[in-house]
């Protein structure tokens, strides 16, 4: 969005700078925007308000003048050096212009002007009274009026308003950064708001000091409530709660003030007298002393799915109930014949207890010349790979039954046998074999939909196409990444379902060849609007009978993958140009020195001078090369070599904040410690490498002249290390990944110079030490680095 300039500055304040320089300097002076709009007026004279801004032909003369400026810049016309452009105003005054730019463009002019340098020509100004129809006289005094000036003092004054135009410019720069931000922050807020919304997931903040509670808009909305109308409490949005859960709400409560977290499911009564599911998951906020301040959670309204799994559960138990008050014997047998389960049917006719029959053979249980016709009616089984119907006859206590039994293969998500079930039905009874047959399709059935739901629930996208290129399984994982829900995708053709032609022409061609095809990456877009990498495989599904009947295509996420190849092909290249940087300087001063004569390098002060540059540039790949000395050690999963002693940890933080005063005389540096300085054990080295790690950060990302603070203080058995300066600060997900290896923020040319190494070694030296690092940054707020290390007790 672009801004007027009067939208960005503060006009009237403008004005009485204004008025108190005319007062001291008494030089008319004026700023005008570019639409020609008077901003800020001072000291104008009488000949140009009452006479040539009034009259409409010398008004356009004005405007023309007023527009001069603008013009010469638009036509690509460069500014003189000294900021300004002197000119003739159309009505015969002096005008000089100042450009106001702000963030790049052309907001406004400064003006200098209704004065003269030397006496006018009275005759110019009579013939234009009795041009435009003035009345003379008053024209006449009115241009006595205006004042002359040196050059001399309009110079000076010039001068303060260069200064002045420049204040303005960044000013401005500063209120464009904060309207933005603030325009930003309203935008990330509806974002989170809509987020909320969309995801049915409100959130809220409860204040345990003081008790009051806070809630997202669409926390009210899940509880139906208008936020204008009740005020969120502990014990108000008790009330909303079922009054079979309030035990289990409260019981939660005090369990995640003891340990730091709650999780709970409870029902809400809304106002329409309707009931809600909701899932509420927060943690606790404790104080320095361990003391509970604050407790941060959201709230799902999880109805359908609780409501999907009450489903499910009543399902199973129908499901249960059928096998178990069946007339019919149902078992499941491995492939060795050993059984798996029996229903309660089976337990009654065998007379055994409930549980007793798994583990047993059929030679446990009936005579074992029986036993081996049950076994070879299962060996065609699994040879068959089909359900067969046997009649098997069965001696019980009450003499021998004779049962159909149907016995059948089943297949795990691969395809391959892993169990053999079996239904036998006294056939003495056809009505009750007819229901159970119905029973054990509905079983099979049940069985189909958990195989389909364990393709479903694989993490890798997966879709299944028929013989006519027509799909018919694709899970949910698969759904996200096209983008497409199922109901719109089963028995639609491949070019109904998925946009990119490559993963098309790939599936396709699984259908074709005779081997499995190369894996491709594609990028497909996310909800967010980022990109999400995925590897597509597609491979022919064989039937042993068919041949080729259907293609299977798994879709795999290596989004995070591929980012890190990038990370890493980054840091070869930045890792050979830091190694060059100082390596050429090296050789450079070398070859100096070694035909020192031919460079004419005889006195033994420059020598020095160059040897020096080189054992500063030797230094600075000895850093290098001690960083990834470092960085293979932790890569290998070895610790960091540490030679820990007790230390004054006070001294030492004065020793190397002092050495940066010293080199970086560009920020003052400010050093807070206790007056009592504790000892620690460390390896002295390692921190120093720690701290000038962060000491450089702070300086190579924060302005000149910004201040970095180095503080230090007890907390219990640990010291507290803190290094903030007032920089460019850091975005969330930077600030997550910013201990990563060979992560850089800003990995383009112009960035800061670095591996992405010092940060990744940081935390292994204080992770070594047994101790802590985390981070705190918002963009354009400066960085806060803190750590932690252990006090020496005795």
Excluded at 213 to 231: D, I, K, M, Y
Excluded at 254 to 274: C, F, N, Y
């Amino acid at each position: 969005m672009e801004y007027l300039f009067s939208e960005i500055v503060d006009i009237p304040e403008i004005q009485g700078l204004m008025e108190s320089l005319y007062k001291a300097s008494g030089i008319p002076c004026g700023i005008i925007d570019i639409d020609g709009q008077i901003l800020v007026a001072t000291g104008w004279q009488d000949i140009c308000t009452c006479f040539h801004r009034v009259h409409s032909d010398t008004a356009a003369l004005c405007r023309e003048s007023d527009a001069f400026m603008q013009q010469h810049l638009h036509q690509g016309c460069r500014l003189p050096a000294c900021g300004f452009i002197e000119y003739r105003c159309k009505n015969g005054m002096i005008d000089i212009a100042m450009p106001i730019i702000i963030d790049g463009r052309h907001l406004a002019n400064l003006f200098l002007g209704q004065f003269f340098y030397s006496p006018p020509d009275k005759g110019f100004f009579v013939q234009q009274a009795r041009r435009y129809g003035f009345e003379e006289d008053r024209y006449l005094e009115a241009l006595r009026a205006v004042p002359i000036f040196s050059r001399e003092k309009v110079e000076n004054i010039l001068e303060y308003q260069s200064n002045f135009v420049s204040l303005l410019a960044r000013m401005g720069v500063q209120r464009l950064e904060r309207i933005r931000a603030a325009e930003e922050n309203e935008q990330v807020r509806a974002r989170l708001e809509e987020a909320q919304r969309i995801a049915q997931l409100g959130s809220w903040d409860w204040n345990l000091v003081t008790g009051e509670l806070h809630c997202s808009s669409q926390a009210f909305r899940t509880l139906g409530l208008e936020p204008e109308a009740f005020v969120p409490s502990y014990h108000s949005l008790l009330t909303k709660v079922l009054p079979e859960d309030r035990i289990l709400v409260r019981r939660s409560i005090d369990q995640a003030l003891q340990a730091g977290e709650i999780w709970v499911e409870h029902r809400i009564v809304r106002p329409d007298g309707s009931i809600r599911y909701l899932l509420e998951q927060g943690e606790v906020v404790y104080g320095d002393n361990h003391e509970p301040l604050r407790m941060l959670g959201t709230c799902h309204d999880i109805t359908e799915q609780k409501q999907v799994e009450i489903a499910l559960l009543e399902s199973e138990q129908r499901l249960q109930n059928i096998l178990d008050n069946s007339n019919a014997l149902v078992y499941l047998k491995d492939l060795d014949g050993q059984y798996l389960f029996v229903n309660r049917y089976f337990d009654k006719v065998f007379g055994l207890d409930r549980g007793q029959a798994a583990g047993r053979f059929d030679s446990d249980l009936i005579p074992a010349d029986i036993a081996e016709e049950f076994r070879a009616n299962e060996q065609a089984v699994l040879h068959s790979d089909a359900p067969l119907q046997f009649e098997e006859a069965v001696p019980l206590g009450d003499g021998v039954h004779t049962y159909l039994s149907v016995k059948f293969p089943l297949h795990n998500s691969e395809g391959r046998v892993y169990a053999i079930c079996g239904i036998s039905t006294d056939i003495s009874e056809r009505k009750q074999a007819e229901e159970t047959v119905r029973e054990s399709l509905a079983l099979a059935e049940e069985a189909r939909d958990n195989v389909h739901a364990v393709f479903k629930a694989v993490a890798d996208g997966l879709i299944v196409t028929d013989i006519n290129r027509r799909v018919v399984l694709i899970n949910r994982s698969a759904e996200k990444l096209l983008g497409i829900r199922s109901d719109r995708a089963i028995n639609r053709t491949i070019a109904e379902v998925v946009a990119p032609l490559e993963l098309r022409e790939q599936i396709e061609a699984a259908f074709v060849a005779d081997v499995e095809g190369h894996p491709i990456d594609l990028e497909l877009p996310r909800d967010d609007g980022e990109a999400v990498v995925v590897q597509a495989r597609s491979a022919a599904v064989l039937s042993p009978h068919r041949g080729k009947n259907g293609v299977i295509t798994m879709l795999r996420d290596v989004t995070r993958e591929r980012a890190f190849d990038r990370m890493k092909n980054e840091f070869i290249s930045t890792a050979a140009h830091e190694l060059r940087t100082p390596l050429t300087s090296v050789l450079g001063f070398a070859q100096v020195l070694l035909q020192a004569s031919d460079y004419g390098i005889l006195d033994p002060v420059q020598q020095r001078e160059l040897l020096s540059h080189i054992e500063e540039k030797a230094s600075s790949l000895k850093v290098i090369v001690d960083d990834l000395f470092d960085l293979s050690r932790v890569q290998a999963g070895q610790l960091l070599a540490l030679n820990r002693e007790p230390s004054d940890i006070c001294g030492l933080l004065r020793q190397i904040v002092d050495s940066y005063c010293k080199a970086y005389d560009s920020h003052p540096f400010e050093l807070v410690l206790p007056n009592e300085c504790p000892i620690v054990l460390i390896d002295q080295n390692k921190i120093i490498q720690v701290m000038e790690n962060l000491l450089s950060n702070a300086t190579k990302f924060s302005p000149d002249g910004s201040p970095i603070k180095v503080s230090g203080e007890a907390r219990g058995s640990l010291f507290q290390f803190s290094v903030e300066d007032q920089g460019i600060g850091m975005t969330a997900e930077q600030v997550e990944r910013v201990f990563d290896k060979f992560y850089r923020g800003d990995a383009s040319n112009t960035a800061v110079g670095g591996l992405g190494l010092g940060m990744s070694i940081v935390k292994s030296i204080i992770e070594g030490h047994d101790g802590r690092i985390w981070i705190e940054s918002e963009p354009g707020q400066g960085t806060r680095v803190m750590f932690t290390l252990s006090l020496v007790t005795q």
